[in-house]
């Protein structure tokens, strides 16, 4: 089975850590979760458990413009609405994170925007969305992957988890797809490896109960 970009997928994959250690843990955060990047700007903190044995944080909305401010809006589906599972590295990004914000909190004082956001602009304010993406550009670019657009790290994301062998179903929940079938449609594409490995699985399986000679005459198994 051939997975969506695997070529590009996979050097997104290795550029997480150099990412995230230039100072981009909002760029790692998306790509070891395959968030949207609304859902990712509108995490808020009651949102995250860092417990952990079973770190996760839980999607409930998108942030968007409109009419000129950032505002939070509810998923536009029900599967969008999801918690995620996170690995102890990416978990470990986040406490950096809230340590860090923190510090600039108290800096702030009664400066500092009330609203609890894990992504801040540096004054607890929401971040828009074209600057993320300029930041990512930038650090994208530090590490070789020119014109990488950051809608592409959750293509990545999904494509690693399938080329990895997760189930189609698990990879659809984390991502909030709709269904299943749209997660297969645009992240795996049959090769005619696929098809002859799925043609040597039914002769393994079948072949003998179905052994007719020359004349016509079925032999099964005896």
């Known amino acids: 089975m051939r997975v969506f970009r ?6 997104l994959s290795q ?22 990047r609304g859902e990712a700007l509108a995490l808020e903190w009651p949102a995250v458990s860092l417990d952990p044995k079973a770190p996760t944080i839980r ?5 968007q413009r409109a009419n000129g401010t950032l505002q939070s809006y509810p998923p536009n589906t029900e599967r ?3 918690v995620v599972p996170l690995s102890p590295s990416t978990a470990a990004v986040l406490r950096a994170v809230r340590k860090e914000q923190n510090e600039r909190r108290l800096v702030a004082g009664a400066a500092w ?3 609890p956001f894990v ?3 540096g004054d607890g304010k929401p971040l828009d969305q074209d600057t993320l ?3 990512f550009r930038r650090a994208a670019d530090s590490v070789g992957l020119d014109g990488t657009r950051l809608h592409e790290m959750r293509h990545a994301f999904a494509s690693m988890m399938i080329g990895a062998g997760t189930g189609a179903r698990v990879v ?5 797809h709709a269904t299943v079938g749209f997660t297969l449609h645009v992240y795996t594409h049959p090769t005619e490896r696929d098809a002859a490995e799925a043609a040597a699985t039914t002769e393994r399986l079948l072949g003998r109960a179905m052994a007719w000679d020359e004349s016509g005459t079925n032999h099964p198994p005896s």
């Open 6 to 11: 695997r070529r590009r997928s996979c050097g």
């Open 15 to 36: 550029s997480v850590v150099p990412l995230e250690c230039a100072g981009r843990p909002r760029v790692a955060l998306i790509a070891a979760t395959g968030l949207r």
């Open 59 to 63: 999607v409930e909305g998108t942030l």
């Open 80 to 82: 969008s609405r999801r």
């Open 113 to 115: 925007e009330s609203r």
């Open 119 to 121: 992504l801040d602009r």
């Open 133 to 135: 993406s300029k930041e």
């Open 172 to 176: 659809a929940d984390l991502l909030g």
